[in-house]
């Protein structure tokens, strides 16, 4: 049977409506941001970003067995951990994820190093997965020295053992026990031959807590092995395997360091992240907004560029490296973001495959909203 006219013209109509919401619903899926693939490292001290602020490293120190470690959007996962050593040395590894600098390694937009005095939080989170099937530690390391060093090895290591499966130890002997952060530990003291290590032990394995980096540092300096003129060079967590540790993971991580009215964690902020993309290649306007209620001085913004993207020259501030896990640091005309004001950059750059945004910015190591 034939369609009347107004039938006819119904059908148009629901046929048009129809066309339009696909073509808005493509509109959107072309648009959105694409969200951040998992990387897998198995290179000895292989590392990726994540979050755009903390780095997920390999760190296969001790062992030439493979090692790989796979990325997620708050953590790491270990995929393969081949091998063993025995487990009156050291361990394989210390696959971890990090807020600071190692080995010259710093994650982006970080306000570490950062002297003890002038730290008047570190605020953190951890949660981790263990197995069975391994020998290993699960490690939250707090790395201390007299200089602001952004490389080699530090003074003193604290290390806070969450969980132990097997016959291991922390460096030294125990020297008693002690209540910190509101519980209660095991307390190690002794040198590896580089360094200085303060262990607390956990009588029961925790997969998951939130305290103050600082309450651990304190320790330190009571206990003569550190200084409040020393420096906070890193944060760490994860894990040191002797044998096999496949499965092991950490599924979320947070860091924050808070230095009161200086460059600190405490900053309240928003970015603009704006584009003009052609085929091969972007620039980038970048606007800051620093919603707290103090100003920021000598800023860093931390942001990871997706894969493919290189910048080829910049404007506003200092950007480095040209890939991967950026920095942006003030120039000396722009150092300082009043409450309520904005400070703003710029960069063009290249890219391959198809274009996408950073997931995510960090101003002086605090998360930054989307403005």
């Not at 044998?243 to 360091?257: E, K, R, Y």
């Not at 606007?287 to 913004?301: F, I, P, Q």
Request: proline fraction near 5%; charged fraction near 10%; aromatic fraction near 10%.
């Amino acid at each position: 049977m034939r369609p009347s006219p107004h039938h006819a013209r119904n059908a148009r109509g629901l046929i048009g409506a129809l066309l339009t919401a696909l073509v808005s619903l493509a509109a959107l899926l072309t648009t959105a941001p694409a969200a951040q693939a998992d990387t897998t490292i198995c290179e000895t001290f292989g590392s990726a970003t994540v979050q755009g602020r903390y780095v997920v490293q390999n760190n296969r120190w001790n062992t030439s067995q493979t090692q790989c470690v796979t990325t997620s959007d708050s953590g790491f996962r270990v995929t393969q951990a081949d091998g063993s050593v025995p487990t009156n040395g050291a361990p394989k590894s210390y696959p971890s994820i990090f807020n600071g600098c190692h080995y010259t390694n710093c994650s982006p937009g970080t306000n570490l190093p950062a002297q003890l005095s002038t730290i008047s939080g570190a605020p953190t989170s951890i949660s981790y997965n263990y197995v069975s099937n391994a020998v290993y530690d699960a490690a939250y390391d707090i790395w201390l020295d007299p200089t602001p060093r952004t490389d080699g090895v530090n003074r003193t290591e604290i290390m806070i053992w969450f969980n132990k499966v097997g016959s291991v130890q922390p460096v030294g002997s125990q020297v008693g026990t002690a209540t910190v952060a509101g519980r209660q530990w095991q307390v190690w003291s002794g040198n590896n031959g580089t360094n200085d290590v303060l262990s607390f032990v956990a009588p029961s394995a925790i997969s998951s807590w939130n305290f103050d980096v600082m309450d651990f540092a304190r320790q330190a300096v009571s206990r003569g092995l550190a200084q409040n003129s020393w420096y906070l060079t890193s944060i760490q967590a994860g894990f040191e395997p002797w044998q096999n540790g496949a499965g092991l993971a950490v599924t979320s991580f947070s860091s924050t360091i808070n230095t009161g009215g200086g460059p600190g964690g405490s900053t309240a902020c928003k970015v603009a992240y704006g584009t003009n993309v052609w085929q091969g290649g972007f620039t980038a306007d970048v606007t800051v907004t620093n919603t707290g209620s103090s100003a920021v001085d000598a800023w860093k913004l931390g942001f990871a560029l997706p894969a493919g993207q290189q910048i080829t020259s910049a404007w506003g501030a200092g950007v480095s490296p040209s890939s991967g896990a950026i920095t942006a640091s003030n120039l000396a005309y722009n150092a300082q973001i009043a409450p309520g004001g904005q400070v703003s950059f710029g960069f063009q750059g290249t890219y391959g495959g198809t274009f996408a945004k950073p997931a995510g910015f960090s101003l002086n190591g605090t998360s930054c909203g989307a403005a």
